[in-house]
């Protein structure tokens, strides 16, 4: 009766369902010397547990009461303003300027190079332009093959019924 009592215990302690009672109940079998030949592998675990609750620690903690220097704080705090002042200085007394502002060859290049973008641009609207069309042969291919797929399924079928 007592073996069944344990095996059940053992049972509701690998399932978490066990109280403190019935914990303690298995740590007392399992301390003293008649424990059954199928239950010795629990006797190390609940040893274990007991000898775990004796342990202490023992070593002084350490308690750092002086006040760190917060400099790596400040290093980027010092950072961040040379950037700002690094953005905002090189513009403070320029307002805007205009296209006239520029000289000759200046204005030329800014020429030349919108008229690149523009030839880019138009390039890229073409290049989307094919793969509409692309997409679109792409979704009739795909119809085809599930069609396809539904002829193979009634060839199937057809050749089932001409061989019976």
Do not use: C
Not at 112 to 118: G, I, R, S, V
Request: charged share 20%; net charge neutral; aromatic share 10%.
């Amino acid at each position: 009766m007592v073996l069944n009592n344990i095996e059940a215990l053992i049972e509701k302690y690998n399932n978490a369902e066990t109280t403190l009672k019935e914990e303690a109940q298995l740590k007392t079998y399992f301390a003293s010397d008649n424990v059954e030949p199928h239950l010795e592998h629990y006797k190390p675990m609940f040893q274990y547990f007991s000898q775990s609750k004796q342990e202490q620690y023992t070593k002084d903690v350490p308690l750092n009461t002086k006040k760190k220097t917060r400099l790596y704080q400040w290093i980027s705090v010092a950072a961040v303003a040379v950037l700002m002042l690094g953005f905002f200085i090189p513009n403070w007394n320029s307002g805007s300027k205009t296209l006239a502002d520029y000289s000759p060859e200046e204005q030329q290049m800014y020429i030349e190079a919108k008229q690149a973008l523009a030839m880019l641009s138009n390039n890229f609207n073409d290049g989307a332009s094919s793969l509409n069309a692309l997409s679109l042969a792409s979704e009739n291919f795909n119809v085809g093959i599930e069609k396809t797929s539904h002829v193979k399924e009634f060839s199937k079928t057809t050749n089932r019924l001409l061989k019976n």
